[in-house]
């Protein structure tokens, strides 16, 4: 059972517009959201992170906007750049299982 | 300097084989974890430890061993590679008042032939 899931699947925007990344998720416990930036042939970087009294999280050009009734959120990129062109995780935790759930990623590619 | 190395970086290996991966974390981290990444897919949680000498079974166990002889190394192993374990793989690890927030090496490309 997937406990994190990521749309679209691979997402492209022109140099200057935003992009929107969606994430949802099932379990009810999870209470800390991070996103990973991925580019190719590297390992995941932690990005921006949100935990779930927040509705909110905002990073320079990065924004996480969180819905907890819905059990959604996504990551807003403005003014995206084509060194933004990465895959992007979203991730959830709950506090008592030392670990994270990954979703499946984010292709998103910016055109200059 | 990079605080997550992997060794190798790459490898070819053939089917029923023996292979060992290596993970080496400067963070002086308690959690360290093993992922598999498959073409287009997310990541998917192997083994994980959170104290030397002590392994955890992740989602996707099967097929794999893991081996936590210090609290810098983790290392996992495949005792008979199949074809379906053809795949990239990384190490992570993360502080044990902070596990979400996990620091990556930069993957070892595994090919079973």
């Known amino acids: 059972q997937q406990q994190v899931r990521q749309s679209p699947q691979s997402l492209t925007v022109w140099e200057g517009e935003t992009a929107i990344l969606n994430c949802s998720y099932e379990?009810?416990?999870?209470?800390?959201f991070p996103w990973y930036q991925q580019f190719p042939g590297e390992g995941p970087a932690l990005l921006i992170s949100?935990?779930?009294?927040?509705d909110k999280k905002e990073d320079g050009r990065f924004t996480i906007f969180f819905n907890k009734r819905e059990k959604k959120l996504s990551l807003h990129i403005t003014d995206s750049q084509p060194g933004d062109s990465a895959t992007y995780f979203c991730?959830?935790?709950?506090?008592?299982?030392?670990?994270?759930?990954f979703g499946d990623g984010t292709q998103l590619v910016v055109k200059p | 300097e990079a605080a997550v190395t992997q060794s190798p970086r790459s490898k070819v290996a053939v089917t029923g084989g023996k292979v060992t991966l290596s993970c080496h974390q400067t963070n002086n981290h308690d959690y360290m974890y093993w992922y598999r990444q498959d073409t287009g897919h997310g990541l998917r949680l192997i083994h994980y430890s959170y104290v030397a000498d002590s392994t955890e079974k992740g989602d996707i166990p099967d097929g794999y061993k893991a081996s936590r002889p210090s609290q810098e190394n983790f290392s996992l192993i495949l005792e008979l590679a199949s074809l379906s374990q053809t795949a990239v793989y990384f190490c992570?690890?993360?502080?044990?008042?902070?596990?979400?927030?996990?620091?990556f090496g930069p993957g070892t490309r595994l090919t079973v032939l």
């Open positions: 379990d009810s416990t999870f209470n800390y």
């Open positions: 992570a690890s993360s502080a044990g008042n902070n596990y979400a927030e996990q620091f």
């Open positions: 991730a959830a935790s709950a506090g008592s299982n030392n670990r994270i759930f």
């Open positions: 949100i935990r779930s009294v927040s």
